[in-house]
C-alpha cells in the first residue's frame, strides 16, 4: 500500500470539508465523511482526532443557529403581540 498517497488523499478530503464548512457552504454530505474519518482504529489517529474536532465546531456552530433562529422567532412574535 502506498501510504504516502493514502494520506494526503485524507488530507485533501479533509481539507476540501474544511474550507467548505468554514465557508458555510457546505452539505451532508461534507459533515458524514468528516463523522466517517472520525471514526478512530479505522483512520491513523491524528486523522481521526482533527475530524473529531471539526465535527464537534459544526454542531456546535448549528447548535448556535438553531438557538438565534429560535430567539428571532420569539422576538418577531412579541414585536406582532405588542403592536
Avoid at 465557508?23 to 468528516?34: A, F, I
Amino acid at each position: 500500500m502506498d501510504y504516502e498517497r493514502y494520506y494526503l488523499d485524507l488530507l485533501e478530503m479533509m481539507n476540501s470539508s474544511f474550507k467548505k464548512i468554514a465557508s458555510g457552504k457546505y452539505d451532508k454530505k461534507d459533515v458524514e465523511r468528516l463523522f466517517e474519518l472520525s471514526k478512530t482504529g479505522r483512520y491513523p489517529h491524528i486523522f481521526a482526532e482533527m475530524a473529531e474536532s471539526f465535527s464537534m465546531m459544526v454542531i456546535k456552530v448549528e447548535a448556535r443557529d438553531f438557538h438565534l433562529k429560535q430567539l428571532i422567532n420569539e422576538l418577531e412574535e412579541t414585536k406582532l403581540k405588542t403592536t
